[in-house]
């Protein structure tokens, strides 16, 4: 398997602008889950899908962000309108509950809002 | 709540020291137990993992016990080599589909 997939791998853009972040789970996985992380917080828990459908938004920052899995195997994060205080490395992670509880991490989506 | 505290970083340590990083936990129940490391530019990847009490996770020479009594699970490495410099994670599952993770350590290894 190609592991969890994430585009773009870097992203610069400037406020205002709308940042889409894509991911692609492993084949198989039921669960998906997006985090930010950030020298000063660390890693943060955004949102996390269980077969497709959202679970638990509560570490979702603010309005501006959204999260949609339209299937098993894509999932966006989505930040309109962007800002500064949004650049961060974005990781998008699968698991499948029941059988492994291991995350699988893909490499990651570093944003940059200028 | 759940929680997971490690130690602060950055560690630095010359090429062949040998490490630890402490790592203990608070969590409900009987909580699954992992190690990830992030090596530079890169995501988290699963380092060890221990399912129950006195279980032992070890991979690529890294070693860590789950104690229990201790609510401890320390990563440990006899000999560290330059490319094992990293950010290490330590984590918990206690039955639910997310992970509690701690705050990470920096390990610098210098040869």
């Known amino acids: 398997d190609a592991g969890v997939i994430q585009s773009p791998r870097h992203e610069v853009t400037e406020m205002g602008q709308e940042v889409t972040l894509r991911c692609k789970p492993i084949s198989g996985h039921d669960y998906l889950f997006w985090y930010r992380q950030t020298m000063m917080r660390g890693l943060e828990l955004l949102i996390y899908?269980?077969?497709?459908?959202?679970?638990?938004d509560s570490g979702m920052p603010e309005d501006r962000f959204s999260a949609k899995m339209p299937n098993a195997s894509f999932s966006t994060l989505k930040i309109q309108p962007s800002e500064p205080r949004d650049s961060a490395v974005y990781f998008c992670a699968s698991s499948l509950v029941g059988v492994d509880e291991t995350q699988y991490f893909g490499p990651g989506t570093r944003l940059l809002v200028l | 709540g759940n929680s997971v505290t490690q130690m602060e970083g950055p560690v630095t340590l010359s090429e062949e020291a040998f490490l630890t990083i402490n790592c203990t936990y608070t969590?409900?129940?009987?909580?699954?137990l992992f190690w990830y490391v992030q090596y530079p530019g890169e995501g988290l990847q699963l380092l060890l993992k221990?399912?129950?009490?006195?279980d032992k996770g070890s991979n690529k020479g890294f070693e860590a016990t789950y104690r229990k009594e201790t609510t401890s699970f320390h990563l440990e490495k006899g000999s560290v080599q330059v490319s094992d410099s990293a950010v290490y994670f330590c984590a918990l599952n206690s039955g639910y589909s997310t992970l509690t993770f701690g705050k990470g350590t920096m390990l610098l290894v210098s040869p």
């Open positions: 969590a409900t129940g009987y909580p699954s």
């Open positions: 221990a399912t129950k009490a006195d």
């Open positions: 899908f269980n077969n497709n459908v959202p679970i638990d």
